[in-house]
């Protein structure tokens, strides 16, 4: 799995960036807006999602590791392609979606290329639990969610666990998870 791709831009359109790596591969990155234009220099650095289908498989840029996270969550959505998602990511910068699930904004999701009402009903409904604070988590949300399914498969509740976890001092995922039963 390809996570990460630094290189030279050797080509560079609105929607997909042609990176050439130090070992002489040329990647097709495709990009949202927001990280086409943050894409200021012949040097970039762009954390990446692999998707393979059965006819193609496709490399997807991003700039910084919210946006990467927001996409991530929405193509796990049913219905919703990667060209959807990145299109959510052109639309939208992190903090508009996150107020956007936040204040239930329909109007906000339909804005997007490929989103009707149904949809944005459905992407409100399914992300409902998803919060700024989850967005802003970074590199510690590795072990968080680890200890959420670990929780969960308990048969915790998911909103009691996000608020323990949150007072939660440990970073190990072993730690906190002990840590998170003596609060539960």
Known sequence: MIIGVQGVVVKKEPTFLH?????????????????????????????????????????????????????DTVIKLNGIGPTTALAVCSTMTS???ANALASQSVEAFKKVPGIGPKSAKRILVELSDFSLDSLQAGAKSSSHTEATLALESLGFK????????LSCKSSDTTELIKEALKKL
């Open 19 to 71: 990176v050439r790596t130090a070992s002489g591969i040329t990647y097709k990155i495709l990009v949202s807006l927001f990280t086409s234009s943050k894409v200021t220099s012949d040097e970039v650095s762009l954390f990446t999602t692999f998707i393979v289908r059965e006819d193609h498989h496709s490399l997807f840029g991003f700039y910084d590791m919210d946006e990467k996270y927001i996409f």
């Open 158 to 165: 998911k909103e009691r666990i996000k608020k323990i976890l």
């Open 95 to 97: 903090a508009d979606f």
